[in-house]
């Protein structure tokens, strides 16, 4: 951490210079009137250190532990964080000794891009991170150039998305009454409302309003490592109220019921695992995995359901607003550049979406019985 704020008042301040085996620490604490005002101490101490320090001889692993320190003492999200560390490696195991101020764009391609050990989207991020590391240590007159700039970087393909086809939705769906309310519920609710799989497993009873068929999303439950951590939305769009079809909002009644049977009680969480416990995140992802196998389904992700999800709304005619707000996207654009393949000021609410998502069902030619919990064939 950069900034240690210890009350209202004072503060921490932390520069961290060298290698991890020789990093040395600066500490000063200070009083101050606000969060810029220790925001603007911070930098002095930092340049003062820096001077100070040589910087000039900050390795680059010296430098990446520095830049992600300072991102996450700014509030940077964890996972945001866990995944800057994770990408750092790849950097430090190839040039993390290096003096930074020495690092050549020949070094960096010899040894990140040209030795074809990483996919043109790891090798893309991977640079990101280290040029973004340069950027703010060029800022603070740490460093005079950015050996990223002149990295040649391989082309990115375009990821495949998969989605299922009307058909293959309808077999989806039959083959989830035989799976735990809970799995069923969770494939649902990305498959008909389009929400993500941190979204799915954040949603709490208190967020969910049975008058209105509402879920608000406001936050998502991911796996950091082999920590578990509950952040809020990705971006301020993914912060959003989402409509729940009947079908679906009577299926959660009845998982909602069920948790409350428990004998040792239930988690705040809608999704669980067969203790009562927050399913964990990875269970979705390696039970669709059996569960489309033993079931004779093609085999999708469970964030294909959303990609799914995407592709009826926009055979149901939606217009594109619409479907990037209910999808929580930042922008159009976003939605534009994820689905060019399948699409060439909203019109209406999302509860206009729940109801397209439950004419689905109805044109799958059931009906659910939630008084009696079954379901029936519907008769032609």
């Known amino acids: ?13 932390i520069v961290s210079i060298g290698s991890r085996e020789r990093k040395q620490r600066y500490t000063k604490t200070i009083t101050y009137s606000g969060k810029r005002d220790a925001e603007r101490q911070y930098q002095e101490f930092k340049r003062q250190v820096l001077n100070e320090g040589k910087p000039e001889s900050i390795t680059v692993e010296g430098l990446l532990n520095w830049y ?12 945001t964080i866990y995944g800057y560390r994770s990408t750092a490696k790849r950097i430090i195991l190839a040039c993390g000794k290096v003096k930074a101020s020495e690092l050549t764009s020949y070094r960096l391609e010899k040894e990140i891009v040209l030795k074809r050990k990483y996919s043109p989207k790891t090798i893309k991020n991977t ?24 990295v040649q970087q391989p ?40 929400l993500r799989r941190s979204e799915v497993l954040g949603i709490t009873e208190a967020s969910i309003s049975d008058v209105s068929n509402v879920i608000m999303i406001t936050q998502g439950r991911h796996r950091i490592g082999k920590a578990e951590s509950v952040t809020e939305t990705k971006t301020e769009k993914s912060r959003r109220a989402v409509a729940i079809p009947p079908t679906i909002m ?9 948790h409350h049977s428990y004998k040792y009680g239930c988690s705040d969480f809608l999704i669980q695992d067969e203790f009562g416990e927050p399913m964990k ?50 922008t159009i654009g976003t939605t534009m550049n994820i689905y060019t393949h399948v699409f060439g000021s909203p019109l209406q609410s999302t509860q206009d979406i729940a109801k397209q998502m439950e004419s689905h069902f109805e044109e799958m030619g059931h009906k659910w019985d939630t008084q009696s919990k079954t379901k029936t064939a519907e008769t032609q």
């Open 281 to 330: 995140p990875n269970y979705l992802t390696q039970h669709i995995a059996h569960f489309e196998k033993n079931n004779n389904l093609p085999r999708v992700s469970f964030h294909s359901l959303r990609h799914s999800h995407a592709s009826m709304l926009n055979a149901s005619g939606v217009d594109i607003a619409r479907i990037s707000a209910q999808l929580g996207h930042s």
């Open 155 to 194: 082309k990115q393909k375009k990821p495949e998305i998969t989605i299922l086809s009307p058909q293959e939705i309808h077999s989806f769906v039959e083959a989830l009454d035989n799976e735990s309310k809970d799995f069923r519920v969770a494939c649902e609710l990305a498959l008909f409302c389009g």
């Open 250 to 258: 009577a299926h959660i009644r009845e998982l909602i019921k069920e």
């Open 127 to 150: 640079i990101s991170l280290l040029s973004s590391a340069y950027k703010k240590a060029i800022s603070v007159g740490m460093l005079n150039s950015n050996p990223c700039e002149k």
């Open 68 to 79: 992600i320190d300072s991102m996450e003492a700014m509030g940077a999200r964890d996972t």
């Open 1 to 13: 951490m950069a900034i240690q704020y210890i009350d209202k008042k004072k503060a921490r301040l």
